[in-house]
């Protein structure tokens, strides 16, 4: 069989439009935009508008995202701005046409106002976005909208890109379906929707991405966007329900049916149209009862931070329920879950369970975090809209900032009052008054010498190169980089202490240091930074986890430089800054790499971030009314970016705004009546978020609730989402359990957060009570290294039995262990399999990167100039080809004499049938693949498989194992062709001699098993 393609919906755009982007004038070389790079851009589209601002009642930053947002929209539903501004003024011109109550002269209202200037900001939103849009052409740029939308026009309008990309597949699946937009369902019929075999594979109660495009109703109009075609004419496709959940419990499953039922009842909105049922979720033949855990508390955090956490109970320790908070509650429940174990390894010992905390908003991250961290469970936050603010990456980033802005005084304060340099009030105070005394002498410098009309001096004009900022108050950088003298004491009394004094000389001995190294690239610049700043050391002495674990925030951070620097137009320092400004603010974060459950940590994420993972133990804490559901709607007709939900392509499933009325006064009610519509859709969006939420679970599941938290003025009810689940409860559910539920009449009427605010010790001691017994073993170890050696005995007391230990354990681990064949190999693999099985499996054992060399550099060049070759007909020479103006290159490989013979060879006049064809096909237990270099249909009907050489041919004595690769070959066609074996031929072309080696005995299927067998022999010796 021929290899699958398997890829994202992006990365297949992407393919389409960079292999016809031409025909429609998208340059092949165009930079694919981050989210923050994309953000950048847009910015400079609103900062250079220059049209009217009259009605603009939202902030810069505001607009940039609309703008953003629109063009999104735009290209997710295969609409321009223009249509958008043409439907948006012709809303304006009938509503402005309309007097505010038919038949009277009264006067409108502010509302109706602000509602039109919401409607013409998005009028010049449109605008906009259609200058980003030209900005984004003119520099060859494109974002993740332009992708799809781009393709899906390709679809429409090149007609032999449908054709070529239907002879590619014949079969087509669909995965994740309910996460499409529509602008991916057209692209997708466009190409396939001809009556082939397509599969769409999804689940419509999991759709939750409807911010980005993604609708609830893809799967439903699949059937008829995907029509059987039959002798009878067309019909709407199949539906097969795969309800078996074979990941959770049945006591998980029970709740996630009851989050779930209400979707399958028609929204009012939907009058003429069918809500697709989807059937309850079954359990797996066996599957296990499960667990889940409800509760509900006083507030969020402990009230009062650490004090009042121990004064109630550490988080280990019993606690009151009606004192005891929700993190704290969490955190117990980790901890007994921990001593658990669901699954074990292939020796037979318990595993540590996977765990995860899903929150509806990071905003929910901290308390939690902050209580595992207390109790000493590791935590892994997940997402950058959390790395960014880890303690380790904002150091890291204060200190870059510091680099690379002398006026980042509030990272220079992060820096003096952080837990290295530990600055206090007094002497912060005192920097800060020498900070605005070096301004106010440099503002008087320059007055000074622009009043007598004179050229400044040396040391006055390095102090006033430019006018100084009246706004500036001074910097904490520039104050540390130039410490005042000793004995300086301040117009305020203030002065420095002693040990500020040192301690302030060699943070600046380290940051002039540090300096040196702003013009070096972005990595090897960071990780000097992380070195000089004892980052690494730092993080390697955290307690209770690996290395590789206390590390992960700083490699993730270290992969997102790596790829800003890949992508970025500028990759200095300030613009790298730049870009890690918009991304927290635009991108919550940056986008985190692919994620694995870890039974290192307790993984801190967003429930849409969770989407495709699983647990062993799901907590999902803050349900609560007004946070989930959040209670909020995102209608079209709030906001500055929306396009009218009637212009979208999935119009059918929404609610409508009947704008058209007689008066304006029935015009804002009937946008107060879309309103009710529009959040009750948004509820069904939080529905669908809570059923994904719970089915992330595979033995426990724990939901909890506070009726405070953070700085709320109210209680909170419990979401309807969680009371559901105690009706399960109450009403005897197996599996469910009820050990703390905070009553209404002891939740009282005021925040308790705020009857006792929180305290701390400042500046922060990061050892606490650890610092007397970590300094006297500081100093044991320091007395120990000035002491002179001694002879002892290695081998007794503990530290030699520990040697001993650790070095039978590197023994047991060198031990050799069986060794099989892997149960895929390439169609070389099988090669060297002929000619020295034992050195393969020496390779297997321990796999070592081969050599590059100038041999894989000519083949790779000459196969390239090959497929462009046949791809244009032969009309090619060899310096037209991509990547042929490296002409230097060409000549060190003979390229230019290989293309020369092979144009004069008889495989130039003849068309291929296929050319770099993958086969796979198994051999004995073994599959074996490859790629075949072209192939001929010969005019007695046979196949003529060839496969090109650059290099010389071998000796004699080694034909018969290269041999193999042709025999491997023409095997796997005649089964994919369903051909006898002897129709199929088989050569090798080597073209820097212009030879044709065509075995007359090459192997059967019965001789390229024996070589397996032989390999197999040779493992087990």
């Known amino acids: 069989m021929v290899d699958p393609a398997i890829s994202t919906y992006h990365s297949f755009a992407n393919g389409i439009v960079q292999d016809y982007g031409l025909r429609i ?108 849009a030209a900005a984004k052409l003119a520099r060859r740029q494109l974002d993740f909208g332009d992708l799809v939308s781009l393709a899906a026009r390709i679809a429409r309008d090149i007609p032999e890109a449908g054709r070529m990309e239907r002879e590619k597949y014949r079969v ?95 929204a009012p909105w939907l009058r003429n149209t069918t809500v697709q049922q989807v059937p309850g979720l079954v359990a797996r033949p066996g599957a296990p009862l499960g667990e889940v855990t409800l509760g509900r508390f006083l507030t969020d955090a402990p009230v009062g931070g650490a004090d009042a956490a121990e004064e109630a109970g550490s988080p280990a320790g019993p606690a009151a329920p009606s004192t005891l908070s929700e993190a704290e509650a969490v955190t117990q429940e980790v901890l007994r879950q921990r001593r658990r174990s669901f699954e074990t390894d292939d020796a037979g010992n318990p595993l540590r369970p996977t765990m995860a905390v899903l929150c509806r908003g990071r905003k929910q991250f901290e308390p939690i975090r902050r209580e ?151 990595g090897s610049m960071i990780g000097e930074v992380e070195r000089t700043i004892l980052l690494d050391i730092e993080v390697a002495a955290k307690p209770g986890v690996s290395i590789h674990e206390a590390r992960r925030n700083l490699d993730a951070f270290t992969e997102a430089v790596a790829g800003f620097v890949s992508t970025a137009e500028r990759v200095d320092l300030p613009a790298f800054l730049a870009w890690l400004e918009a991304a927290d603010q635009e991108e919550d974060g940056l986008p985190v790499a692919q994620l694995e459950a870890s039974r290192d940590a307790v993984q801190l994420l967003t429930v849409h971030a969770s989407k495709g993972l699983e647990w062993d133990v799901v907590f999902v804490p803050g349900l609560n009314e007004g946070s989930f559901p959040s209670g909020k709607d995102s209608r079209w007709s709030s906001g500055d970016s929306s396009i009218p939900w009637p212009l979208r392509g999935d119009a059918a499933e ?27 859709h948004a509820e069904r969006e939080e529905r669908r978020l809570a059923y994904v939420a719970f089915t992330r679970a595979k033995h426990a599941l724990v939901c909890t609730s506070s009726a405070w938290g953070g700085g709320r003025s109210k209680p909170s009810a ?43 010790s400042w500046p922060f001691d990061p050892l606490g009570p650890r610092r007397g017994s970590m300094e006297r073993a500081a100093q044991a170890v320091l007395e120990q290294a000035a002491a002179p050696t001694l002879e002892v005995d290695v081998d007794g007391g503990r530290w030699g039995r520990e040697v001993r230990l650790a070095l039978a354990r590197q023994a047991r681990e060198r031990e050799r262990l069986p060794l099989t064949l892997p149960s895929h ?10 000619e020295d099985p034992e050195a393969v499996m020496q390779q297997l054992r321990r796999p070592l990167p081969r050599r590059p060399g100038t041999a894989a550099r000519k083949g790779t060049a000459f196969h390239a100039w090959i497929e462009e070759f046949y791809g244009s007909g032969g009309m090619l020479d060899l310096g037209e080809y991509p990547g042929g103006a490296d002409a230097y290159v060409d000549e060190t490989l003979g390229l230019k004499d290989m293309a020369a013979i092979f144009e004069r060879s008889e495989w130039a006049l003849r068309e291929p049938a296929a050319i ?49 690769q042709l025999a491997v070959y023409r095997l796997a066609w005649s089964r994919l062709k369903e051909v006898p074996l002897d129709t199929v031929r088989a050569a090798f072309f080597y073209v820097a001699d212009n030879l044709v080696v065509r075995p007359h005995d090459l192997a059967d299927a019965a001789e390229l098993e024996a070589i397996i067998a032989a390999a197999d022999t040779a493992a087990g010796s």
């Open 172 to 266: 087509v699946l669909l995965d994740e379906f309910q996460d499409t937009s529509h602008a991916q369902m057209v692209l997708f019929s466009r190409l396939f929707a001809d009556g082939r075999s397509v599969t769409a594979v999804g689940d419509p109660h999991q759709s939750i991405y409807g911010f980005r495009g993604a609708s609830a109703g893809q799967l439903a109009t699949f059937r008829t966007a995907f029509p059987r075609v039959t002798g009878e004419g067309r019909a709407p496709s199949e539906v097969a329900h795969l309800s078996v959940a074979w990941r959770n419990s049945t006591s998980i499953l029970e709740a996630a049916n009851t989050v779930s039922a209400p979707l399958n009842v028609p």
């Open 25 to 132: 004038g998208v340059e092949r070389d165009s930079v694919m935009l981050g989210t923050a790079q994309s953000w950048q851009l847009a910015h400079s589209v609103v900062e250079a508008y220059d049209g009217e601002w009259e009605h603009f009642t939202a902030a810069k930053s505001t607009l940039v995202k609309a703008v953003l947002d629109m063009a999104g929209e735009c290209a997710e539903h295969l609409v321009t701005p223009g249509t958008v501004r043409d439907e948006l003024r012709r809303h304006i011109d009938h509503v402005v046409a309309q007097p505010y109550v038919a038949g009277s002269t009264r006067a409108a209202t502010q509302k109706v106002q602000e509602l039109l200037d919401k409607l013409r900001t998005r009028v010049t939103v449109t605008e906009l976005a259609e200058r980003y």
């Open 372 to 522: 595992l961290e207390r109790a000493g469970v590791p935590v892994q936050v997940v997402g950058l809209g959390g790395l960014l603010r880890t303690p380790e990456i904002v150091d890291l980033l204060a200190t870059l900032r510091v680099l690379g802005d002398p006026d980042r005084s509030d990272s220079m304060l992060r820096l003096l009052a952080g837990a290295r340099w530990r600055l206090g009030p007094a002497d912060l105070m005192a920097l800060g008054d020498w900070s605005r005394q070096l301004a106010r002498t440099r503002e008087a410098m320059f007055r000074r010498g622009d009043a007598a009309g004179e050229e400044l001096d040396d040391d006055q004009s390095r102090d006033a190169v430019v006018a100084p900022d009246l706004a500036e108050a001074g910097s904490l950088v520039e104050a540390v980089d130039h410490l005042p003298p000793a004995g300086w004491v301040s117009s305020s009394g203030r002065t420095l202490s002693d040990p500020a004094r040192r301690r302030l000389d060699a943070l600046r001995r380290e940051l002039r240091a540090l300096r040196s190294f702003v013009g070096d690239d972005l």
């Open 916 to 964: 770099e064809a993958p086969i796979e096909t198994k051999i004995g237990s073994i599959v074996v693949r490859g790629r075949i270099d072209a192939v001929f249909r010969d005019s007695d009907g046979g196949w003529d498989l060839i496969d090109w050489k650059t290099g010389r041919p071998p000796s004699p004595d080694r034909r018969a194992a290269k041999a193999v």
């Open 825 to 834: 190999i390439s169609a070389s693999t099988l090669v060297e399999l002929r």
């Open 654 to 680: 929404l609610p409508h705004w009947d704008w058209e009325q007689q008066d304006q006064k029935e015009w804002l009610a009937s946008e107060k009546d879309f309103t009710e519509e529009a959040r009750a």
């Open 718 to 760: 419990p979401s309807a989402y969680l009371n559901d689940l105690v009706t399960l409860a109450e009403a005897g559910a197996a599996g469910y359990t009820l050990p703390h539920w905070l009553q209404g009449e002891h939740q009282g009427d005021t925040n308790p957060a705020n009857a006792r605010p929180e305290r701390a």
